[in-house]
Each structure stands twice: as structure tokens, then as C-alpha cells.
């Protein structure tokens, strides 16, 4: 399924308004109060200073769902689980205040025109009004004048998406380029100073120990853990039975066993770790960054249940004490100290390198690996050395035999030859150029968008 979302770039493109960006989301409190008539006067946080009403919220989240669902079909259930719908979200409620702040509108003809083009409610290539009101109810589970709501701010967001882009542009030569970066393959010799193959001269004693821990303490913080009761099901009518409980009452427990909710503990777990029983959810993990122990969240809703939270522990983040921290010490230090034999030894390898006919037995005189790769694209995996696009790009400025300057990866440091370059087809790059300029120009506007949107919640949260 990752390949298929991969193939599909769905971390750049669900109908463009809704680019799944990884940034840090908007903190806000649970997403899922269930008593209407108090949902907008309910905050989850602010945006610009303003409050976020849960309503606003949860009209939201059900916009991107719909959004989501018309865009895979029965794949949804699927690819959910890949989806961050929660920070699509408050995207789409940020993005919507900028585009009134622009005064952007749409007409109803305008989503009357977008709603019937749309082939799910088509019946022998024409809009169907029983397919229509049918899909919206057992498909989407949307009242039709919601879902049209959500298409008049789709068409909004879409105008936005226009007004932010319609400058960018590219020109022929970095058509050529990218063309050239995706169609043409080289191949290359290598020398290798790889840090794993010093590791073992590296025997760092009980003082170098403590003093590099006292230099590099903070690399080894632990973050902060948690521990939470939850009341967890997939009944909103027990869920607010508990609420109204959980007002006069705080034994979890009882509460559950009358109502026959499930309840559970997790145990401590890291900030960083996936919320044992839970898996990983922002949303939750929001709430308890803003609970004090003892304290009980709202209810939050997520796409499968309702949960009910209480913070019963919560450690702070703290540094170990070098005893118990002695081993990952030791593997720090030598990690740190081979990569630096590593860089040593291929700088001090460089000269003999440069002036040798012979790469492969200079490399075996200085104790350095030599290799060499099949044919790679720009974008590539070359096996024991990591991504291709450095060796792509140092490759290609290359002559023949003529050595690259040292080149640092994860792996280790490199100097590579060119063994083969085999050109991308001058025919083949006139007859794709059109379309691949079209491919290029929206992936470049898509990248400046997503940047756009980066900014515009950056500024929300302050």
C-alpha cells in the first residue's frame, strides 16, 4: 500500500487544496465533544488569537474525510491510516480564513457546475439526482447541504490555490534539467572510507566516557512519559453517560462497569512512542501534552471510537545518570569517533588518489574499499551506499577519469569516477517535453503552495 501511495504522490496531491504536509500540527484539545448544542461555544485553542470551536473543527474534519473518500473510493479504508486527516483539518480551517481575509468567494452556479460534473453522481454520462441524494446519504453519510457547503469552500480553497501559484513558472532550461535528472543513468567507480570499518579501533576509556557525556549530556535527555486511564467505545450513547458521570463521579473503573465501557491503562510510555492500546493518534497525544495529573480530557473522537482520558502519571523529561546511560555512551563515542578516523582517512588518502593510474590498488595500499555501481537514475537506491542523488548530481558535472571532490553521506565518504553515462533520448525528450513541462509546473507550484501553507500555520499558532 505504501508503494501505491508512493506511485500515487498522495503525500503531495489529494486534490491539491489538501496536501498532506508533515508540519507540525496546531495543539489543540480533543476533537470530539458529543453534545451539539455546546459545540460552538466549546474552544479547542486559537488560531490568530481567535478562538477554534469544536464545531468548526469537526465541520472540518468531516470536509477532508468526504474530500478523501471521493478521491480513493473503496481504497478509503484502505489508505486511511496513511491520511493525516486531523492536521488536514486545520489546514483547511487556516486556509479558509486567509481566503476570506481575500475576500475569495464562490457562487452557487459555481457549485452547482462542480457538483454535477462530478462522475460519482453521473448515470449514463449524465448527473443523476437520485445517484446524487443516494451517495450522500449511504455513502458519504453527509446532508446535502453540508456536502454543498464543503464544495463551495473546496471551489474557495481552489481560487486560493490559483491566487497563490499563478506566478510561478519555469523555464526551458530547468525543463532540460529535471528531464535530464530523470531519464539519464550513470554508473561510477568508488572509493570508500566507511566509519564501521574503524569501529573497532575505537576503545574509549572509563574518563574519555564521563567527559564526553558531561560535553554531551543533552543528547541523551529522555523525553517525557505518561501513564493514562481511558474509557474507551464505539457507543455515543455510552459515552455520554459517562460524561455526565465523569461530572459528579471520578472512579473510572465503576463508571465503566456499569455502562459496560472498556477501560484500560498503558503503562508508562515515551512521548515519542506510539500510546500503548491506541497506536498513534495526534489528536490524543495533543490532549495529554496539556494535562496536569489527575486531570480528564473531553471526549475525543477519532475515525473508529470515542475515548475518555485521565492523566494518572506523568514523568518529566530528565537526563539519566552516566551509569545507566553508560552503554549508549560508549556507542556514541564510537560512532562519533570512526566517522571522524573515516573522514581523516580519506583526506589524508586524496592526494595519492588524485595523482593514481591505478584507483582500485591505491585504494587496497591505503586500506580504503573500492567498488563501482550498475547504471542509477537521479532519485535512485544504490545498495551499500544509501540515496543515488548525490552521486547523480557529482557524477554528472564529471569528465572522463577525472576524480569528484570527497562526498560525505550517512554511510561514510566517497570519491567516485564516471565507469558509464548512458544520455537521455534527445526524440524522446521533444516528444514528452509539453507534457512533462505541464508535470513539472504543477509539482513546482504544488511545493510553493505547500510552503505557502507551512507559513500561514506557523502565524496561526502564534
Given at each position: 500500500?505504501?508503494?501505491?501511495?508512493?506511485?500515487?504522490k498522495i503525500a503531495k496531491r489529494i486534490l491539491i487544496i489538501l496536501a498532506a504536509i508533515i508540519i507540525p500540527p496546531f495543539v489543540f484539545w480533543g476533537s470530539g465533544s458529543i453534545i451539539?448544542?455546546?459545540?460552538?461555544?466549546?474552544?479547542?485553542?486559537?488560531?490568530?488569537?481567535?478562538?477554534?470551536?469544536?464545531?468548526?473543527?469537526?465541520?472540518?474534519?468531516?470536509?477532508?474525510?468526504?474530500?478523501?473518500?471521493?478521491?480513493?473510493?473503496?481504497?478509503?479504508?484502505?489508505?486511511?491510516?496513511?491520511?493525516?486527516?486531523?492536521?488536514?483539518?486545520?489546514?483547511?480551517?487556516?486556509?479558509?480564513?486567509?481566503?476570506?481575509?481575500?475576500?475569495?468567494?464562490?457562487?452557487?452556479?459555481?457549485?452547482?457546475?462542480?457538483?454535477?460534473?462530478?462522475?460519482?453522481?453521473?448515470?449514463?454520462?449524465?448527473?443523476?439526482?437520485?445517484?446524487?441524494?443516494?451517495?450522500?446519504?449511504?455513502?458519504?453519510?453527509?446532508?446535502?447541504?453540508?456536502?454543498?457547503?464543503?464544495?463551495?469552500?473546496?471551489?474557495?480553497?481552489?481560487?486560493?490555490?490559483?491566487?497563490?501559484?499563478?506566478?510561478?513558472?519555469?523555464?526551458?532550461?530547468?525543463?532540460?534539467?529535471?528531464?535530464?535528472?530523470?531519464?539519464?543513468?550513470?554508473?561510477?567507480?568508488?572509493?570508500?572510507?566507511?566509519?564501521?570499518?574503524?569501529?573497532?579501533?575505537?576503545?574509549?576509556?572509563?574518563?574519555?566516557?564521563?567527559?564526553?557525556?558531561?560535553?554531551?549530556?543533552?543528547?541523551?535527555?529522555?523525553?517525557?512519559?505518561?501513564?493514562?486511564?481511558?474509557?474507551?467505545?464505539?457507543?455515543?450513547?455510552?459515552?455520554?453517560?459517562?460524561?455526565?458521570?465523569?461530572?459528579?463521579?471520578?472512579?473510572?473503573?465503576?463508571?465503566?462497569?456499569?455502562?459496560?465501557?472498556?477501560?484500560?491503562?498503558?503503562?508508562?510510555?515515551?512521548?515519542?512512542?506510539?500510546?500503548?492500546?491506541?497506536?498513534?493518534?495526534?489528536?490524543?497525544?495533543?490532549?495529554?501534552?496539556?494535562?496536569?495529573?489527575?486531570?480528564?480530557?473531553?471526549?475525543?473522537?477519532?475515525?473508529?471510537?470515542?475515548?475518555?482520558?485521565?492523566?494518572?502519571?506523568?514523568?518529566?523529561?530528565?537526563?539519566?545518570?552516566?551509569?545507566?546511560?553508560?552503554?549508549?555512551?560508549?556507542?556514541?563515542?564510537?560512532?562519533?569517533?570512526?566517522?571522524?578516523?573515516?573522514?581523516?582517512?580519506?583526506?589524508?588518502?586524496?592526494?595519492?588518489?588524485?595523482?593514481?593510474?591505478?584507483?582500485?590498488?591505491?585504494?587496497?595500499?591505503l586500506g580504503l574499499k573500492y567498488g563501482s555501481t550498475e547504471l542509477f537514475k537521479y532519485g535512485s537506491y544504490i545498495e551499500g551506499v544509501g540515496s543515488s542523488d548525490l552521486f547523480w548530481e557529482k557524477a554528472?558535472?564529471?569528465?572522463?577519469?577525472?576524480?569528484?571532490?570527497?562526498?560525505?553521506?550517512?554511510?561514510?565518504?566517497?570519491?567516485?569516477?564516471?565507469?558509464?553515462?548512458?544520455?537521455?533520448?534527445?526524440?524522446?525528450?521533444?516528444?514528452?517535453?509539453?507534457?512533462?513541462?505541464?508535470?513539472?509546473?504543477?509539482?513546482?507550484?504544488?511545493?510553493?503552495?505547500?510552503?505557502?501553507?507551512?507559513?500561514?500555520?506557523?502565524?496561526?499558532?502564534?
Amino acid at each position: 500500500m505504501l508503494k501505491y501511495l508512493r506511485r500515487r504522490k498522495i503525500a503531495k496531491r489529494i486534490l491539491i487544496i489538501l496536501a498532506a504536509i508533515i508540519i507540525p500540527p496546531f495543539v489543540f484539545w480533543g476533537s470530539g465533544s458529543i453534545i451539539r448544542e455546546k459545540q460552538e461555544k466549546k474552544s479547542l485553542g486559537k488560531i490568530y488569537g481567535k478562538n477554534l470551536s469544536l464545531l468548526e473543527y469537526q465541520d472540518a474534519l468531516q470536509a477532508v474525510k468526504n474530500i478523501a473518500i471521493l478521491h480513493f473510493g473503496n481504497k478509503f479504508n484502505e489508505v486511511i491510516k496513511y491520511l493525516d486527516l486531523e492536521t488536514q483539518a486545520l489546514q483547511r480551517i487556516v486556509l479558509l480564513r486567509e481566503a476570506k481575509k481575500r475576500k475569495i468567494q464562490a457562487t452557487d452556479a459555481e457549485v452547482i457546475k462542480f457538483i454535477k460534473e462530478l462522475p460519482l453522481f453521473e448515470r449514463n454520462g449524465r448527473f443523476d439526482d437520485k445517484i446524487y441524494n443516494s451517495e450522500l446519504m449511504y455513502g458519504l453519510r453527509t446532508p446535502a447541504r453540508v456536502f454543498e457547503e464543503q464544495i463551495r469552500q473546496n471551489i474557495i480553497l481552489q481560487k486560493l490555490y490559483r491566487q497563490v501559484t499563478d506566478s510561478i513558472n519555469i523555464n526551458p532550461e530547468e525543463v532540460r534539467s529535471e528531464y535530464q535528472k530523470a531519464n539519464e543513468q550513470i554508473s561510477v567507480f568508488y572509493v570508500a572510507s566507511l566509519p564501521a570499518d574503524f569501529e573497532k579501533e575505537v576503545i574509549p576509556s572509563e574518563a574519555e566516557l564521563k567527559e564526553y557525556f558531561a560535553k554531551n549530556s543533552v543528547n541523551f535527555k529522555e523525553p517525557p512519559s505518561y501513564n493514562l486511564e481511558y474509557l474507551t467505545s464505539d457507543s455515543e450513547e455510552k459515552i455520554k453517560k459517562a460524561v455526565q458521570r465523569l461530572r459528579k463521579e471520578t472512579d473510572f473503573n465503576a463508571i465503566a462497569r456499569e455502562l459496560g465501557i472498556i477501560t484500560k491503562e498503558t503503562g508508562l510510555f515515551k512521548q515519542t512512542e506510539a500510546i500503548p492500546g491506541i497506536g498513534w493518534s495526534q489528536t490524543i497525544t495533543n490532549a495529554i501534552l496539556k494535562m496536569q495529573p489527575g486531570e480528564v480530557s473531553p471526549v475525543i473522537k477519532t475515525e473508529k471510537s470515542f475515548y475518555i482520558l485521565r492523566l494518572k502519571e506523568k514523568k518529566d523529561s530528565y537526563i539519566p545518570d552516566f551509569d545507566k546511560l553508560k552503554d549508549k555512551v560508549r556507542n556514541s563515542l564510537i560512532k562519533e569517533s570512526s566517522r571522524e578516523k573515516a573522514r581523516k582517512a580519506i583526506e589524508n588518502s586524496w592526494t595519492v588518489l588524485k595523482t593514481s593510474s591505478d584507483l582500485n590498488l591505491a585504494a587496497k595500499q591505503l586500506g580504503l574499499k573500492y567498488g563501482s555501481t550498475e547504471l542509477f537514475k537521479y532519485g535512485s537506491y544504490i545498495e551499500g551506499v544509501g540515496s543515488s542523488d548525490l552521486f547523480w548530481e557529482k557524477a554528472n558535472k564529471l569528465k572522463d577519469n577525472e576524480l569528484s571532490e570527497i562526498i560525505e553521506l550517512p554511510s561514510g565518504f566517497y570519491i567516485i569516477k564516471v565507469k558509464n553515462k548512458v544520455p537521455y533520448d534527445e526524440k524522446k525528450f521533444a516528444a514528452e517535453k509539453d507534457e512533462f513541462a505541464a508535470a513539472l509546473l504543477t509539482q513546482k507550484k504544488e511545493e510553493h503552495f505547500a510552503s505557502f501553507i507551512k507559513e500561514l500555520m506557523r502565524k496561526a499558532r502564534q
